[in-house]
């Protein structure tokens, strides 16, 4: 199969879904012409034109706003908030709003929205533009959350996203952008929300982890081999819906767990889970759950203090044998 | 202007009606402790609803406030489900999961009310948008109050209505208060509809309590916005006669403010029209309050012997 950039299979996923289904649109600040800030949308003003590829003034609670009434009234919108560090701006339209106008309404309305943003650090773009909010999103119900990992989830998860009745948000990673290349079908599939992927069998240690974290570990599995370690890698593709079935089982199997995220430590999604694995698993674990995250300050802009907040090779290397001893 | 029908005038009089005896029950349910919840009253500002609904078609769509259910009831509501709501039964319009804040009804065009101030104003703009896109040739109204014209989401999504020239009117209800901030300290211009000229729109300030005049100027307004000629910004300046919410001391205002404004009342100032022009006689118009009353009277009982929703609701409609 061919490989192609995580940012082209986003592409090529928006510009199936906009071929397949009229009613999908793009909105959001500087995609048409620019091409979105990191180029994701390139191409695709050409190809459907004004209408379909809405560039707005730099409005993001507005963008999210419009995006839920235009989703309630029979459109699908595919907004585009350029860094997650600007959807706290937008979080009544998003959280008050989108998110709960279905249950608000007893069940007669429908919000078919996805949001796209770009979450993480390693950017040197400091703390307004560096920061992982999928904890902040996570705590709304009505709101589903896709963090792919890999090109194949990127275009997958986001076609699904486009089909979902209800307000998604997506994730990207900027560092997975033209980073990371991977096989993706050509024609247009979905990959379904709720269901993990198990990267890798083992047998020690359930290492769960999420967007960047997973290349990250994926880049130093044969050091941990080195130290005798046999992991099964799960990347849970969407935190909402969690599949947590299947990280239970694996649980269940290995004894151990060690969950990895870019987040800030308190409140992170991997606490959530950690919990639940507690709940679930409590009989079957050898040894307390680690968690290997961001630390809990603002992302520095220097890069040596930059790398010391973002989980390093280094710290996933001992929180994953600590979880061993 | 066109002059309205008497069959139209006398349908206004009655959802007026309907709007003034609905709160003035919903207070005395609040009064005795019935209403499990809070909300915010209408009365006193019902020509706005009425006459901007009345001037519409019932395919045309609306955004809502806090202070929705004179707008809802206009919408064509059904007067028992809504009762319902308020008192949180699972026959309610949102099976007791919205309450008097969340009184949606998409199937006659009602996209909802809002606890958020301000907090529709981008969803309207974005149902103009779906309008435009889908070339339906409905026009949106989106009413919020006084309150709501300060806030950033205001700014951002008329402008975007503006450079688009969505086919939508911002109805802005000027009822003199923010809860108990007066709007003459929380602006510093005269009339709201000035911002307008922000945008590059038509900005109009009319009286709020004349509702053949709110009529008659969004028909006008109606029938150009639906031409894609651009969005409007419509003051309609009236009064609100109960407190904020259900608890207000309302220390901000005095009596005889309220009772000079009492004095203007919009449906009373429709019925005198109708005598003295002798549209209608008071015979008839007795007649139309006695039905509301009676109508009144019916949803109640419907909304008192509702049953609650069953526990198990409290996890269902979260997602389609």
Redesign the interface.
């Known amino acids: 199969m061919r490989e192609i950039f995580y940012l082209d299979a986003i592409n090529e996923a928006l510009s199936q879904a906009m071929t397949e289904d009229e009613r999908v649109f793009l909105i959001g600040e500087d995609i048409g012409v620019y091409g979105g800030a990191f180029g994701v949308t390139l191409g695709l003003l050409e190809k459907f034109g004004p209408d379909r590829v809405i560039d707005t003034p730099i409005s993001e609670p507005a963008i999210v706003g419009i995006g839920a009434g235009s989703a309630t009234t029979g459109q699908r919108p595919v907004v585009e908030i350029m860094f997650s560090d600007f959807l706290l701006m937008t979080l009544d339209q998003l959280a008050n709003q989108a998110a709960k106008m279905r249950y608000m309404f007893g069940g007669k309305a429908k919000v078919p929205m996805v949001i796209r943003t770009t979450g993480g650090g390693g950017t040197g773009a400091a703390a307004q533009h560096s920061q992982s909010i999928e904890s902040v999103l996570l705590h709304f119900p009505g709101l589903k959350i896709a963090i792919p990992s890999n090109p194949y989830d990127a275009k997958g998860l986001l076609i699904s996203a486009i089909k979902d009745e209800n307000p998604v948000i997506v994730i990207e990673h900027k560092l997975l952008y033209k980073k990371v290349k991977g096989p993706v079908p050509e024609e247009m599939y979905s990959v379904e929300f709720g269901k993990a992927n198990v990267i890798k069998e083992g047998r020690d240690v359930t290492v769960v982890a999420t967007s960047y974290m997973v290349q990250k570990l994926l880049g130093i599995v044969d050091k941990i081999q080195a130290e005798g370690i046999d992991m099964e890698i799960i990347d849970p593709r969407t935190i909402k819906p969690l599949d947590i079935d299947t990280i239970v089982a694996s649980v269940k199997k290995t004894g151990r767990a060690v969950l990895i995220e870019e987040a800030c430590y308190t409140g992170g999604f991997t606490s959530f889970l950690a919990s639940e694995i507690s709940l679930r698993a409590f009989d079957w674990l050898d040894a307390p759950v680690q968690r290997i995250t961001g630390l809990d300050a603002p992302i520095p802009y220097s890069v040596v203090l930059e790398n010391e907040v973002i989980p390093s090779e280094e710290r996933i290397i001992n929180g994953i044998k600590k979880a061993l001893l | 202007m066109p002059q309205l029908k008497k069959d139209m005038l006398l349908d206004m009089l009655e959802r007026m009606l309907q709007i003034r005896h609905f709160e003035q029950q919903v207070d005395k349910f609040y009064m005795e402790g019935k209403v499990h919840g809070t909300g915010h009253l209408y009365i006193g500002m019902e020509a706005i609803a009425v006459g901007s609904i009345f001037a519409i078609s019932q395919d045309d ?1 609306i ?1 809502s406030t806090h202070r929705g259910h004179g707008h809802c009831i206009a919408k064509g509501a059904d007067l028992s489900r809504m009762m319902a709501e308020l008192l949180g039964k699972k026959t ?7 309450g008097s804040m ?1 009184i ?4 006659k065009g009602n ?2 009310a ?3 101030v301000g ?13 435009k ?2 070339c339906s040739g409905q026009v949106v109204l989106c009413f919020f109050g006084d309150g709501a014209i300060n806030q ?2 205001f700014h ?2 008329a ?2 209505a503006s ?1 688009w020239s969505l086919p939508i009117i911002y109805i802005c209800e000027n009822n003199q208060y923010g809860m108990g901030f007066p709007v003459k300290k929380a602006v510093n211009i005269q009339k709201l509809s000035d911002r307008a000229a922000a945008y590059g729109i038509k900005g109009l300030t009319i009286d709020g309590n004349d509702v053949i005049g709110v009529h008659d100027t969004v028909k006008d307004l109606a029938s150009s916005v639906r031409k894609m000629s651009g969005p409007v910004l419509l003051e309609c300046v009236s009064y609100r006669w109960k407190g904020h919410s259900r608890m207000d001391a309302e220390r901000y205002r005095t009596k005889q403010e309220v009772e000079e404004w009492k004095k203007k009342c919009p449906i009373k100032r429709l019925q005198k029209y109708l005598t003295d022009s002798a549209i209608a006689t008071e015979k008839e118009l007795q007649d139309i309050e006695k039905k509301v009353e009676g109508q009144i009277a019916q949803a109640v009982d419907f909304a008192v012997n509702s049953p609650f929703p069953d526990k198990n609701e409290a996890m ?5």
């Open positions: 769509l955004t309610g319009y949102c099976k007791g999961k919205g969340h949606a009804d998409i199937e996209l909802g809002n606890g958020i907090g529709g104003i981008a969803i309207a703009t974005g149902a103009a948008l779906t309008v896109q889908t950033g989401l951002e999504a402008n975007m450079i269902t409609d979260i997602y389609a």
